[in-house]
């Protein structure tokens, strides 16, 4: 395949992707992160791998560029220590458990989906 043919076929997955996503719902989650910093609660933003990463860049955009308290998990010492004691399913779902108040909002990313850890944390 040449580089040309990669990049049409790859810009037009991400426009078809674009075009598929409902703008409704994007609207829905801003005001309940907006409403989530104007009630002075946090946004927890939790992943795994490159996940965690862009976790920690959406936390941290979050909290430079709109002002609104995001956290992540991705310290190596929390991280190995709940997976350690508590299992690495369930590490996420201990987190929230301790970092969590109520009526704060967490986003979980994950590529698959399927991530029991995450899934687990979105069960707590």
Do not use: P
Request: proline share 0%; with cysteine; glycine share 6%.
């Amino acid at each position: 395949m040449q580089s040309s043919d990669y990049f049409s076929e790859y810009f037009n997955d991400i426009s078809v992707s674009l075009h598929s996503v409902d703008s409704s719902l994007l609207e829905e989650a801003a005001n309940i992160i907006s409403e989530c910093s104007r009630s002075g609660r946090k946004l927890i933003v939790v992943g795994n791998g490159g996940s965690a990463a862009m976790a920690s860049h959406v936390a941290v955009d979050f909290t430079k560029a709109a002002s609104i308290r995001a956290i992540t998990f991705n310290e190596a010492d929390l991280l190995t220590c709940f997976s350690n004691d508590y299992g690495y399913e369930k590490w996420v779902a201990k987190a929230i458990e301790f970092y969590a108040d109520n009526r704060d909002v967490v986003i979980f990313i994950s590529s698959s989906g399927k991530s029991k850890n995450m899934l687990n944390g979105v069960l707590s």
